[in-house]
């Protein structure tokens, strides 16, 4: 039980940091790329972009293990 939700929580954790990291990228991103023009092409793939998309990802597997979590946790409640 306690290994289930050290996965659920680490997930969310790694979600939020993606989700934080691509915003403060995509928020200053001007200001990083007049600062260091080497960063051009990762601002013209969207890379801050992707890592956004994968802390959302990180972020409902985090919830849909929940669900999972508490319907097994029910499940078995009704069994015994």
């Known amino acids: 039980m306690n290994r289930r939700k050290w996965i659920q929580y680490g997930l969310l ?5 993606l989700i934080i990291i691509s915003a403060i990228s995509l928020i200053f991103g ?3 790329r007049e600062l260091w023009p080497t960063t051009n092409e990762i601002y013209e793939i969207g ?7 994968l802390g959302v ?6 919830a849909t ?10 499940k078995k409640k009704i069994i015994e």
Request: charged fraction near 5%; aromatic fraction near 12%.
């Open 13 to 17: 954790i790694i979600g939020i940091i």
């Open 30 to 32: 001007y200001r990083i």
């Open 47 to 53: 890379i801050p972009s992707i890592i956004g998309a």
């Open 57 to 62: 990802i990180f972020f409902g597997l985090s």
């Open 65 to 74: 293990l929940h669900v999972i979590f508490l319907a097994l946790n029910a």
